[in-house]
């Protein structure tokens, strides 16, 4: 039997003071558009109006970590929580490996 993958949770570390989160955020951002700039292009596109309360987004599981690597894992958290700062749900739809 496999060994689960050790984790730090955030709930174990203290509060970020309000310019850690400040440049938290900035360093999703950041990352997000450096590695996912069409995802981030479509992040704008499917924001909310001021009239609506959510936008909404489909992403295939395939699009990320299709071969079961770390960095695409956590690309695929980072998508989703900035995603999350501009109002957009996202959806992940498909079975593994459905697109090739």
């Given at each position: 039997m496999s060994k689960a993958k050790s984790l730090t949770m955030g709930v174990d570390s203290p509060s970020?003071?309000?310019?850690?989160?400040?440049?938290?955020?900035?360093?999703?951002?950041?990352?997000?558009?450096?590695?996912?700039?069409e995802f981030a292009q479509t992040v704008a596109k499917a924001a909310p109006s001021k009239d609506e309360a959510n936008g909404t987004m489909i992403l295939h599981q395939d699009a990320f970590a299709a071969g079961y690597d770390d960095d695409e894992y956590t690309l695929l958290g980072m998508a989703v929580k900035y995603a999350g700062l501009h109002k957009v749900e996202v959806r992940v739809i498909g079975e593994n490996h459905g697109t090739f």
């Open positions: 970020p003071s309000p310019q850690e989160e400040k440049d938290r955020i900035a360093v999703l951002r950041a990352t997000i558009e450096k590695y996912l700039p």
